[in-house]
């Protein structure tokens, strides 16, 4: 559904009782009474999980999947995928400048990001009452992904050129995936960049923000 998304920010402002916006994707797992390795390969299977929860929960909007698994898969890197278990990446495909350079930008629609948009156009046509958000992971946690979490930690200061140069590919792909998601009817976007915690806040500032 079409919404005044600035409206919307404004009466959501002004509203003297605020309605939350839980992430419940992986919970929809119960409701449904499927595994996550169920949840996350089908479209229709992820929309009928957010539509569960919005019939369940008067939140103030519809939150897609937030697994932060499916970005870096689309680059390449291996994950693992239980039935109980978040999905989470179990190899690292970039340990060099030379690694970063030749890193290929992935075409939105690669491995899952196609099944997670389709899974929002879906919710879009059918949820009236409320926006509906994509989830992405943010660029510095995906490049914590692509390159190992610790050793990216080590590049932002001995090698900030490797950083730089794989935080312009994340973003390039991020920007298209988001607009994906626009495209396919998605209110807004929650962008989780949890990775960046870790870090300064002047290497927040200049590698995160």
């Not at 937030?66 to 689309?74: I, K, Q």
Request: with cysteine; glycine share 6%; hydrophobic share 45%.
């Amino acid at each position: 559904m079409k919404q005044n998304m600035k409206k919307w920010v404004s009466e959501t402002i002004a509203a003297p009782k605020k309605k939350a916006i839980p992430v419940l994707s992986f919970p929809s797992i119960q409701l449904l009474g499927i595994t996550v390795n169920e949840l996350i390969a089908d479209s229709k299977t992820q929309a009928d999980g957010m539509l569960a929860v919005a019939n369940r929960c008067p939140a103030g909007a519809a939150v897609s999947m937030m697994d932060l698994s499916v970005e870096a898969e689309a680059f390449g890197c291996p994950i693992e995928v239980l039935d109980d278990e978040i999905p989470r990446v179990t190899g690292h495909i970039v340990q060099s400048a030379e690694d970063a350079e030749s890193l290929q930008i992935p075409t939105v629609g690669t491995e899952r990001t196609g099944v997670y948009i389709d899974a929002i156009r879906m919710v879009a046509e059918q949820l009236e009452d409320r926006p509906v958000f994509a989830g992405t992971i943010g660029p510095f946690s995906l490049v914590g992904r692509l390159m190992d979490m610790s050793q990216a930690m080590l590049a932002c200061r001995r090698d900030p050129n490797l950083i730089t140069c794989l935080l312009e590919k994340s973003t390039t792909f991020l920007i298209d995936y988001i607009s994906a998601y626009k495209a396919a009817g998605a209110n807004g976007v929650v962008i989780a960049e949890p990775a960046a915690g870790l870090l300064s806040p002047r290497m927040i500032k200049k590698f995160s923000c």
